[in-house]
């Protein structure tokens, strides 16, 4: 699964630079493996290495990170509904459960493609191919994500027209990329239903944004990235990405 190519594969010398080399073997994204390079925890070849200009040969050079082996694994794309009550972080001692522990250990280190936090649930993707974890989750790159929110009481136009505006909060300003009501249900305690679209997606960024406003969250739900959506998973299950959704989210 997944596009591989890249300038010195189409040059066909099958050497690639060092920090996609530990990337691909699940160490961290792509760029967070150039950044380890200057703690000089790699060696190529029993040599310390700390540029990431250097190339290696992944059939033939000897690559150890923290004095331990490594190999380019193959690529996992999985699609997770992360339930409530279930951290993202790949080790926290004070978490109840961690999402990695939703997922078989024969894929080995995963990590997440942006995060949910603990009160939140939804569709999240896991990987260890770095460079895709990167494309998905940086700004620049648009992938939108979408979450049914639902908030006590009635939100009405007035109060909608402000959130699409945009609001501080701890100097950023917030602004959804789509905002919409979806429904309001009556009962014992009216909830508002809405549909809100981000973008750059900032720490707790929904939920900072209808704190602004007055309103209070009482389910928090992410149902779309970008193009995948799946009504059919329920918390705690996963599957695995299609070849075209992960195209989808590459291209």
């Given at each position: 699964?997944?596009?591989?190519?890249?300038?010195?594969?189409?040059?066909?010398?099958g050497?690639m630079?060092?920090?996609?080399?530990?990337?691909?073997?699940?160490?961290?994204?792509?760029?967070?493996?150039?950044?380890?390079?200057?703690?000089h925890?790699?060696?190529?070849?029993?040599?310390?290495?700390?540029?990431?200009?250097?190339?290696?040969d992944?059939?033939?050079?000897?690559?150890?990170?923290?004095?331990?082996?490594?190999?380019?694994?193959?690529?996992?794309?999985?699609?997770?509904y992360?339930?409530?009550?279930?951290?993202?972080?790949?080790?926290?001692?004070?978490?109840?459960?961690?999402?990695?522990?939703?997922?078989?250990?024969?894929f080995?280190?995963?990590?997440?493609?942006?995060?949910?936090?603990?009160d939140?649930?939804?569709?999240?993707?896991?990987?260890?191919?770095?460079?895709?974890?990167q494309?998905?989750?940086?700004?620049?790159?648009?992938?939108?994500?979408?979450?049914?929110?639902?908030?006590?009481?009635?939100?009405?136009n007035?109060?909608?027209?402000?959130?699409?505006?945009?609001?501080?909060?701890?100097?950023?300003v917030?602004?959804?990329?789509?905002?919409?009501?979806?429904?309001?249900?009556?009962?014992?305690?009216?909830?508002?239903?809405?549909?809100?679209?981000?973008?750059?997606?900032?720490?707790?960024?929904?939920?900072?944004?209808?704190?602004?406003?007055?309103?209070d969250?009482?389910?928090?739900?992410?149902?779309?990235?970008?193009?995948?959506?799946?009504?059919?998973?329920?918390?705690?299950?996963?599957?695995?990405?299609?070849?075209s959704?992960?195209?989808?989210?590459s291209?």
């Amino acid at each position: 699964m997944g596009k591989q190519g890249s300038n010195h594969d189409r040059r066909g010398d099958g050497r690639m630079r060092i920090a996609r080399y530990l990337a691909m073997a699940g160490v961290a994204s792509r760029r967070a493996c150039e950044e380890l390079l200057a703690s000089h925890c790699v060696e190529v070849n029993g040599e310390r290495v700390t540029s990431p200009a250097l190339k290696v040969d992944p059939h033939r050079d000897q690559v150890y990170f923290d004095g331990r082996p490594l190999r380019p694994s193959e690529r996992y794309y999985l699609l997770l509904y992360k339930p409530v009550g279930v951290t993202c972080s790949s080790h926290d001692r004070h978490a109840a459960r961690l999402v990695r522990e939703l997922l078989p250990q024969h894929f080995g280190r995963l990590f997440t493609v942006g995060r949910l936090d603990r009160d939140s649930e939804g569709l999240l993707v896991c990987t260890n191919d770095g460079q895709f974890a990167q494309r998905v989750a940086h700004p620049r790159h648009g992938v939108e994500k979408t979450y049914r929110v639902y908030v006590r009481d009635r939100v009405d136009n007035a109060v909608l027209r402000r959130m699409r505006g945009g609001l501080v909060s701890e100097g950023e300003v917030l602004r959804p990329r789509k905002l919409r009501r979806i429904a309001v249900h009556g009962g014992k305690t009216m909830i508002t239903e809405l549909e809100i679209v981000l973008q750059e997606g900032r720490k707790r960024e929904i939920r900072r944004l209808c704190q602004a406003v007055g309103a209070d969250i009482v389910r928090l739900q992410r149902i779309g990235i970008g193009p995948i959506f799946d009504a059919e998973l329920k918390p705690g299950q996963w599957r695995h990405l299609r070849k075209s959704e992960v195209a989808a989210l590459s291209s």
